[in-house]
C-alpha cells in the first residue's frame, strides 16, 4: 500500500525553468492538496481540489498551476522558476472534507 | 493573523516523562482536529484525530479538546527519545476541505 507518492524528490532548477512535480494517491481519496514548507513558516497551502474536476487556490497560489488529471493524480506546474520558490513540497490526500489528510514523502526543490 | 497557534518551543522533557504538547485555534466552527509528527527532513504523519470533546487515548497518546475554551492538545506518555520531533496541530472547519496547520512545537525527549 503506497499511500501518497510524490516524484522526484529532488530537484535543482535555474532561474527561469519549468518543472511538474507529480502526485499520486492510491487510497480512493477525494480531495488532494499541495503544501510548501519553509523554515519558520510552517505548512502553506498552495492548492487544492477538494474532488475530481475541481481545484482551487490556496494561501500562496502565485506562480503555480495544478491539474487534477483524475481521481488518483494531482501535478504542480512551476512555469517560470524563480529563488522564492526553494522550497519543499508536498503532496498530500483526504478522503473528503472532514478525515485527516496523509502525506507523501516530500520533494526537495532548489531553484538558483 | 494566524488561525491556529502553538508554542514553536523546544519543549524538553526527560524520558519516561509526560510531554504535553498546546494547540488553541480562532475559529469557533472548527470541527476536525489533527495531531501529525514531523522528524527533521520527512513529511507530516498522522498521529490522531479527534472530533468531539474529551479525551481520545491510543497508546501513550492522548488527545484532549475543548471546544468551548477552543484548546486542543496532545500528552505523550513515558517519552522515548524517539518521540523527538516536531508536532503539528491542525483544524478543519465544518463543511470545509481545507486544514489549517500550526506551525508546530519542537519537542526534545532527552535521556
Redesign the interface.
Known amino acids: 500500500n503506497a499511500g501518497v507518492t510524490q516524484t522526484p524528490k529532488f530537484q535543482v532548477l535555474k532561474t527561469g525553468q519549468s518543472m511538474t512535480l507529480q502526485c499520486a494517491q492510491d487510497m480512493n481519496h477525494n480531495?488532494m492538496?499541495w503544501y510548501r514548507q519553509d523554515p519558520?513558516?510552517?505548512?502553506r497551502?498552495i492548492y487544492?481540489s477538494?474532488s475530481e474536476g475541481t481545484t482551487d487556490k490556496?494561501e500562496v497560489p502565485n506562480g503555480y498551476n495544478v491539474s487534477r488529471l483524475n481521481k488518483r493524480e494531482f501535478s504542480l506546474r512551476l512555469e517560470s522558476a524563480a529563488p522564492s520558490q526553494t522550497s519543499v513540497y508536498?503532496c498530500a490526500s483526504?478522503l473528503?472534507?472532514?478525515?485527516?489528510?496523509?502525506?507523501?514523502?516530500?520533494t526537495r526543490l532548489t531553484v538558483v | 493573523q494566524k488561525e491556529v497557534e502553538q508554542n514553536s518551543g523546544p519543549l524538553s522533557v526527560p524520558e519516561g516523562a509526560i510531554a504535553s504538547l498546546n494547540c488553541t485555534y480562532s475559529d469557533r466552527g472548527s470541527?476536525?482536529f489533527?495531531w501529525y509528527r514531523q522528524y527533521s527532513g520527512?513529511?507530516?504523519?498522522?498521529i490522531m484525530?479527534i472530533?468531539s470533546n474529551g479525551d481520545k487515548e491510543d497508546g501513550r497518546f492522548t488527545a484532549q479538546l475543548n471546544k468551548a475554551s477552543q484548546y486542543v492538545s496532545l500528552l505523550i506518555r513515558d517519552s522515548q527519545p524517539s518521540d523527538s520531533a516536531t508536532y503539528?496541530c491542525?483544524v478543519?472547519r465544518?463543511?470545509?476541505?481545507?486544514?489549517t496547520?500550526?506551525?508546530?512545537t519542537s519537542l526534545i525527549v532527552h535521556p
Do not use: C, H, V, W
Not at chain 1, 519558520?40 to 505548512?43: E, K, N, R, T, Y
Not at chain 1, 473528503?96 to 516530500?106: I, K, L, R, S
Open positions: 480531495s492538496y519558520g513558516m510552517g505548512l497551502l487544492y477538494a490556496g508536498f483526504s473528503d472534507g472532514n478525515t485527516e489528510a496523509f502525506f507523501g514523502q516530500g | 470541527q476536525s489533527f520527512k513529511s507530516p504523519e498522522l484525530s472530533y503539528l491542525a478543519k465544518g463543511g470545509s476541505y481545507i486544514p496547520f500550526g506551525r508546530g
